[in-house]
């Protein structure tokens, strides 16, 4: 009882803390995406290959969050692109990333070199989905080896989601796994959440992924 | 920074909550296994497939841990044993389980019928690690599909688990995925660490698993 009552107290600085972080990225006419997943789904692997497709068209950045190592950071300063890593181990190995961590890791980032910022969240489908980071869209993957019921056993991020991003969809012959059973469990807990199929592996579905990053960006560059 | 210091200050009553549970669990001569994973690892296929393969041998009883839905305990309860869902929706969404929860949650349990203990925490590599429940082991699942580093990026769970079960290992051919370093990987954190190969799915590999619980429960049965 205790402890979410400090929960609650501590959500209230976040959100104005995740204000001032929107308000930076408003300025600079940057999108924001948090990608949220639980670990292994996927994301770094659509990042690579998202910024590997679109580099010549965008300037990218990446905040990435980890409990422990650099090595998602890594793999993503191959594509020549400023990353700058949060590693929770020194904050208590935290589950998730708040709004003043991506500030700090903020710090770390000329704006005005930079069209769209990936923030990566840590690998779980249960903390992130409460903290505001001041992201534009929040971003799903569900790997499809995880199977039908996360929407209705993890409804928080679910239902707080812009875009679900399906990955690993080449596995479909070999699992077990009801495609049609987890739109439908989605839609029960977010019936606005749009939805896209892919495989990061194989590219299959990944230009509908593209065509909705693309959207946005142009969507945010008018708005301001 | 403050959250931290609360985190640490939560963590005494836990302990002092825990002891009491393993002195239930230890005058009953229960083994109690806890169950750790990220989402859609195959914990409760795992548990079912156990269930129905020992259960001529050992009566068993499970604890089911989930943020919402009580349809893993659903699944469990039609293998005719004795089933109880903690759902932490009603807790403020809480990531993992508690030892208080497990606590409550033992009032629904006749321990003089029961020889094996499993509670399933909830699907989180990071946060569940941190809460002794009163267990007597601590094992992880780990899918397959999750990709090689996790010991590395969730260290603490792999540290302080007495068991790896790697599952899904029938996928092996369709992923890109290098078993060894995953093991490899998990003597850097853990060098103690035992690991099994096995898919809840077509079996491979599960004996060896069997064998294990069989072992700690004589053991368990025998230092009292």
């Not at 991020?157 to 796994?177: C, S, T």
Request: glycine share 4%; aromatic share 6%; hydrophobic share 40%.
């Amino acid at each position: 009882m205790k402890k979410i009552k400090v929960l609650t107290d501590f959500l209230e600085p976040n959100d104005a803390v995740a204000r001032q972080n929107r308000e930076i990225f408003k300025k600079h006419r940057v999108l924001v995406l948090n990608l949220m997943s639980s670990p292994g789904a996927g994301k770094t692997l659509i990042l690579e290959k998202t910024i590997e497709k679109l580099k010549k068209g965008f300037k990218f950045a990446v905040i990435e969050g980890d409990v422990a190592t650099s090595n998602d950071a890594k793999r993503l300063a191959r594509y020549n692109i400023p990353v700058v890593q949060i590693t929770t181990e020194s904050f208590g190995g935290a589950c998730h990333l708040d709004a003043s961590m991506v500030k700090e890791a903020m710090q770390g980032l000329a704006f005005s070199s930079i069209q769209i910022l990936f923030i990566e969240n840590i690998g779980n489908l249960i903390c992130p989905a409460e903290f505001d980071l001041g992201e534009d869209k929040k971003v799903i993957v569900l790997s499809l080896t995880e199977g039908e019921d996360k929407p209705s056993k993890y409804p928080v991020v679910f239902r707080n989601a812009d875009l679900l991003l399906i990955n690993k969809i080449d596995l479909l012959p070999q699992l077990d796994v009801n495609l049609n059973l987890i739109l439908k469990n989605t839609k029960k807990v977010n019936p606005q959440l749009s939805s896209v199929m892919l495989s990061a592996k194989t590219e299959q579905g990944f230009k509908k992924w593209l065509n909705w990053l693309v959207r946005e960006y142009k969507s945010k560059s008018k708005l301001i």
